[in-house]
């Protein structure tokens, strides 16, 4: 043992080494460095990603994809084709087309800012984008409902195709509204989650009922 | 490196020429730059050297007041970056929307029933969610109003109409009789007013809800005098149990009351069709059917000048 015990080093031989700490492989520089891959590469990744995102809305399960990668894209598109469908649809020809677009946009992003604040006033654990994204894509629905309403308009407007715009608009607005509470409730203190579904019941029955009541010229 | 040790030299009470408040402040800049140099490229020595160096040159002398400005330049910054992180932070408003589901309810019911105590000062709850709610659910409501009875808005958007109004009222009748309050020496601060207000519009959604559908003309008035009334009753109840003096009483309910009960009766009549042929007016049914009321005022001036022009020209 008292070989064991003598770890002394003697003076006259200089202690040297390295002390730098191997780094590891390479692949973290790679994932962040995008800058290089071709433009075709990142567009098709954020589509896809957007995509996904789209079939999480249609098919609201309790996935955490939709809220840990959120992205803006999907709602400004969903945001400026209702917008542009919508447009036009008002009593007088010229001067109103312009605010209906602006409106809806206006709508649109003002009502899920305050629904955002609202909740995390409320004490929710939901971050500002992730809220902003969630009721962004959730309008998807309604713009399904807007295709279809225009394209029964196209048809007629008599009181059958009001009642099967009635009937679809009902429908996509009850997903809609299902599909962001299956979302955003879970972030909420559980006594408090019908304080936050009324106002996002609100902004869909708002946004619900432009499309119901519009008329092409 | 003046900022972290707390040993002052007294040796070095003198004079603090040489540093000042912002040569501090750059001093400490230039340091902190320079630490962050060194552990990026590892020339500690290096950098040691120069702050020796650069030490050296001030001299021992204004070593206290060194510090002192250092320390003031620290706490200066703690506190301008606690005031901004206090007012752009929305957790000043936390408080005012803890509630629960069941409160939300209880209140909403209880603004319809007015007290019968009104020499006890009425509590009154300073909570913002219920309000908000209201004024949003109010905006809704006169979408609907507005869109069915094909209300055509020249300078403006329904959406921006609708919201403008509704939050318009809220806030500026509020702080109205905020003001009213104070001259009046009422016991009451900004947000239960803001609070009682907002609870006072669930009548007023009631009764649009209701009339903006089924188009009575008197069963709006029984609406307006009944839901109405009740409403402004319990806040002009609360007000009275909260305002001492006669006169003080009569100019604040009384203000409140007509603004409110006027409010409902402009919102149902600016923004409501007057269907022809299904009014029941206190006239009876031998008058003749009420024409629609254009809201066009050109299109109006210029049938009558049509009219007008197609008899003259028929005359002559």
């Known amino acids: ?217 | 490196q003046g900022g972290g040790s707390a040993v002052i030299d007294m040796e070095n009470m003198d004079d603090t020429s040489g540093s000042s408040f912002e040569d501090m402040g750059e001093m400490h800049q230039r340091m902190k730059e320079e630490e962050e140099e060194e552990e990026a490229d590892g020339e500690a020595g290096a950098a040691e050297e120069e702050d020796g160096e650069f030490l050296g040159m001030k001299g021992l002398r204004g070593q206290l007041g060194r510090q002192v400005a250092d320390q003031m330049w620290q706490v200066g910054k703690r506190q301008a970056s606690k005031a901004f992180s206090l007012y752009a932070n929305i957790d000043i408003l936390r408080p005012y929307f803890d509630v629960e589901p069941v409160q939300v309810r209880t209140r909403l019911l209880e603004s319809m029933i007015p007290v019968k105590m009104i020499n006890f000062p009425q509590k009154i709850a300073g909570e913002l969610y219920g309000p908000l709610m209201l004024v949003f659910t109010l905006v809704a409501i006169l979408l609907h109003g507005m869109k069915t009875s094909d209300t055509i808005i020249r300078e403006g958007t329904l959406m921006g109409t609708a919201i403008g109004t509704c939050f318009g009222y809220w806030l500026g009748v509020s702080s109205f009789i905020y003001f009213l309050a104070y001259l009046c020496n009422a016991q009451i601060t900004m947000v239960q007013m803001l609070s009682l207000l907002g609870y006072g519009l669930f009548g007023h959604c009631i009764t649009l809800f209701v009339t903006y559908n089924i188009h009575f003309h008197s069963l709006f008035y029984i609406f307006w005098l009944g839901v109405g009334g009740l409403s402004t009753l319990r806040m002009v109840a609360v007000l009275v149990s909260r305002t001492v003096g006669h006169t003080q009483r009569l100019i604040m309910c009384g203000t409140l009351a007509a603004l409110h009960m006027l409010f409902l009766l402009y919102l149902h009549f600016a923004y409501h069709k007057v269907v022809e042929g299904i009014l029941d007016t206190l006239e009876g049914p031998n008058m003749q059917p009420f024409q629609r009321v254009a809201r066009d005022i050109p299109v109006v001036s210029n049938a009558i000048l049509n009219t007008t022009a197609k008899a003259v020209a028929l005359t002559l």
Not at chain 1, 28 to 52: C, F, H, N, Q, W
Not at chain 1, 55 to 71: E, G
Not at chain 1, 181 to 200: C, G
Request: glycine share 8%; aromatic share 12%.
């Open chain 1, 1 to 217: 043992f008292a070989g064991l015990s003598d770890v002394s080093i003697s003076e006259d031989i200089p202690v040297e080494g390295e002390i730098t700490v191997p780094v590891g492989s390479q692949s973290p520089d790679e994932d962040y460095s995008t800058l290089d891959e071709p433009v075709r590469d990142t567009i098709m990744r954020d589509l896809k990603a957007v995509g996904k995102k789209f079939v999480h809305v249609m098919y609201p399960k309790k996935s955490s994809a939709l809220l840990r990668d959120w992205d803006l894209w999907g709602p400004l598109v969903l945001c400026v084709s209702l917008a542009l469908m919508l447009q036009g649809g008002s009593a007088d020809s010229k001067d109103d087309g312009g605010p209906q677009f602006a409106e809806v946009f206006v709508i649109i992003w003002f009502g899920a800012v305050v629904i955002t604040l609202n909740s995390k006033l409320l004490g929710g654990t939901i971050s500002f984008f992730q809220s902003l994204c969630v009721l962004g894509y959730c309008v998807l629905p309604l713009t399904v409902a807007m295709l279809v309403c225009r394209l029964v308009l196209l048809a007629g407007s008599g009181t059958v195709s009001f009642v099967v715009r009635l009937i679809v608009v009902i429908a996509m607005f009850g997903w809609s509204t299902l599909a962001s509470t299956a979302f955003l409730a879970d972030s909420q203190p559980p006594n408090r989650k019908a304080l936050v579904v009324y106002p996002i019941f609100l902004f869909y029955f708002v946004i619900s009922w432009m499309i119901l009541t519009f008329t092409p010229q």
